[in-house]
């Protein structure tokens, strides 16, 4: 069965540290993968996506992830982590036809300690 | 920009209501989604629609309803709102041929 795991519920980092926060899927075939962000009180925001090509993708607001297919991973990084990146990020894969169907990650709540 | 709005942000209905959930794109986009957010349980879909009058089943429908008359409105019924109804609802949408979905900023709805 297809399915995705965040492993940490909650991480904290200090304001400039770097960031790393883990994906991992279950999914036979080559999937789709997402990163969304949610705000407080937000909806979610897609930070990147890999369907093919690359294995290193870049999103917005200086997020980017790699997509290791002998890890099943794929993990979103940052280098310099802001205040303003407090947030709660989910992990999907998008399985059957038109990605219609996402299934998501638990989410991992991110701490910005000044 | 995409534009997903819902029509309220928060929400109190009494057990046994009926609560509608609204949500209009302004993209003209296919599909549309009801995701229900639990904390620890992540997204779950309730119901999605690909085309007016269309709609399919998601993971957790039990206990939901949908209406999708125009492209641009899609909305989510609780027919009898019990207790465990009580959770943020995140309305979506995105083209046909899939790709990204653009979500609402969510309703938090509460029933006593």
């Known amino acids: 069965a297809q399915s995705v795991t965040q492993p940490d519920i909650h991480i904290t980092v200090s304001e400039g540290a770097s960031l790393e926060l883990r994906c991992n899927y279950s999914y036979g075939a080559t999937p789709y993968l997402f990163w969304y962000v949610q705000s407080p009180g937000q909806g979610l925001q897609l930070l990147l996506k890999?369907?093919?090509?690359?294995?290193l993708v870049q999103g917005i607001k200086g997020f980017e992830a790699e997509f290791k297919r002998s890890q099943s991973s794929f993990n979103l990084r940052k280098p310099s982590v802001h205040w303003s990146d407090a947030a709660e990020y989910f992990c999907?894969?998008?399985?059957?036809?038109?990605?219609?169907?996402?299934?998501f990650g638990t989410g991992t709540r991110l701490k910005v300690l000044a | 920009d995409v534009k997903v709005t819902q029509s309220s942000r928060y929400l109190v209905k009494r057990t046994g209501e009926k609560v509608f959930l609204e949500c209009v794109q302004d993209?003209?986009?296919?599909?549309m989604f009801w995701y229900r957010q639990d904390p620890g349980l992540g997204l779950r879909l309730i119901y999605f629609s690909y085309d007016v009058k269309m709609k399919e089943k998601g993971d957790i429908p039990e206990g939901y309803s949908v209406s999708r008359e125009k492209k641009e409105r899609f909305s989510l019924i609780l027919e009898s709102a019990s207790t465990n109804q009580t959770s943020m609802y995140l309305c979506?949408?995105?083209?046909?041929?899939?790709?990204?979905?653009?979500f609402g900023p969510g309703t938090r709805l509460t029933v006593t």
């Open positions: 890999y369907f093919s090509g690359d294995t």
């Open positions: 999907a894969v998008g399985a059957g036809s038109g990605t219609y169907k996402y299934i």
């Open positions: 979506a949408s995105s083209l046909l041929g899939g790709g990204d979905k653009y």
């Open positions: 993209m003209d986009h296919e599909n």
